[in-house]
């Protein structure tokens, strides 16, 4: 597993005309698009020639799934096959703390069974959901199973899980931007963002 890349420099300081509720950027698209690159270098690395099945999990991967897909696509001696599925969870009592209880919402569209499999993550926190994940497709018997996140907060994990691909530290804030939301808003921003203290319940 390769070292999270940095964040902040002179790009992540620049701020632009934000939102209403956003109080300032934290990673820009930039960096963004830096940390998948290199996830995509090594996972190209780990599955040349082989098939490779990248399963996102919605709604907050989306982005990261498509974009490290093309990625990983790009990047010489890559996989001989990159497909993608998609499978939902849920584990948020509220609109932003974790219940720390996951559920399943939808299942992968194919089986899995004998594939090379990368879950692909855009946060892991208390690291509930990414257990649950790794133990639920393991037990569908793929050839092998690995998990890749862009963002690691790891201030507050509650579960001990292996996360193999990692793009970033995520600080110790709620962020928004790039497939993660509050209350449905703010996943298409290009970057990653805090929000202002206001906009949060307490």
Known sequence: MGEPAP?????????????PGIERILITAAELDEAIRGMAAEIALDYADRSLVLVGVLKGAVFVTADLARAV???????????????????YGNAHRSSGEVRLIQD?????????????E?????????????AMLGNRRPASLRAAVLLDKPYRRAVDVTVDYVGLTCPDEFVVGYGLDYQERYRTLPYLAKLRPEVLPA
């Not at 964040?7 to 939102?19: C, D, F, I, K, S």
């Open 7 to 19: 964040v902040g420099g002179e790009g992540a300081a620049m701020q632009q005309t934000l939102p």
């Open 73 to 91: 696509a790009e990047t010489p001696g890559a996989p001989t096959d990159v497909q993608l599925d998609f499978i939902a969870v849920s584990s």
């Open 108 to 120: 992968t569209t194919h089986a899995i069974e004998g594939r090379h499999v990368v879950i692909v």
């Open 122 to 134: 855009d946060i892991i926190d208390n690291g509930h959901t990414l257990h649950y994940l790794r």
